[in-house]
């Protein structure tokens, strides 16, 4: 679904890694760990085409990145939910307008309120559907956030660091969600330093474990 062939990047003349290749395949599910500045959100970045490859290709359901014009790159996306650290919102509208916002630019409002009641009940943001994000708590903003990832019902699911500003609880019924979205045959990548996050699971899915150090791209353990 996702390849990086041979990819390189880096900054400002200095490279974060090079030769780095991914698959991403169907249904699989994937954690990306590594030291900070180690490139994992670059990495996630190329994933989705925010940037490209400087050199290697990258391939998004089959096709190079480096073909696809704006057009191309923004219909690939709608295929792929990402989850952002910083989890960024627009503060004057509603919880559920910023959920369905995807759906919205897309020119699909006649689907989202159909759609939203079900993924509000799913994420636990029922009650929540009415507020602004400010008031959110750090759980509830995180839930939201993948809420509008999964909206356009996308093939693949992108996290970066989904757990980094929540409690164990929270961390905890986030990735269950995800591991839900996994059982219904998305796929998942999930980046985070947190390891202990990732042996939580260990009973719960198939996941392959993927660390970023020194350029360098390893298996981590194959299964958790």
């Known amino acids: 679904m996702i390849e990086l062939d041979n990819v390189s990047y880096g900054h ?3 490279a974060l890694f090079s030769q780095l290749s991914l698959t991403l395949a169907p249904g699989s599910f994937q954690f990306l760990t590594g030291p900070s500045g180690a490139g994992k959100t670059t990495l996630l970045r190329l994933c989705y085409a925010d940037l490209r490859a400087q050199k290697g290709k990258t391939r ?3 096709q190079d990145a480096s073909t696809l014009d704006r057009d191309g790159v923004a219909m690939s996306r709608r295929r792929i939910g990402v989850v952002h650290q910083d989890c960024q919102f627009i503060d004057h509208l509603s919880v559920a307008e910023n959920i369905a916002l995807p759906l ?3 020119g699909r409002v006649s689907e989202a309120a159909g759609n939203l009641k079900e993924l509000l009940s799913w994420v636990g943001l029922g009650p929540q559907s009415g507020r602004l994000p400010p008031e959110l708590s750090g759980g509830e903003r995180q839930r939201a956030a993948l809420a509008r990832a999964v909206i356009m019902s996308p093939d693949v699911i992108i996290a970066d660091e989904p757990t980094g500003n929540v409690d164990w609880e929270m961390s905890q019924r986030l990735l269950s969600l995800l591991v839900e979205l996994n059982r219904m045959g998305k796929t998942v990548l999930i980046a985070t330093h947190d390891l202990n996050i990732i042996r939580s699971l260990k009973s719960d899915v198939d996941a392959r474990v993927l660390r ?4 360098q791209l390893t298996t981590a353990g194959s299964v958790l």
């Open 12 to 14: 400002n003349g200095t």
């Open 60 to 62: 998004l359901f089959g």
């Open 104 to 106: 919205t630019v897309a």
């Open 212 to 215: 970023l150090k020194d350029g």
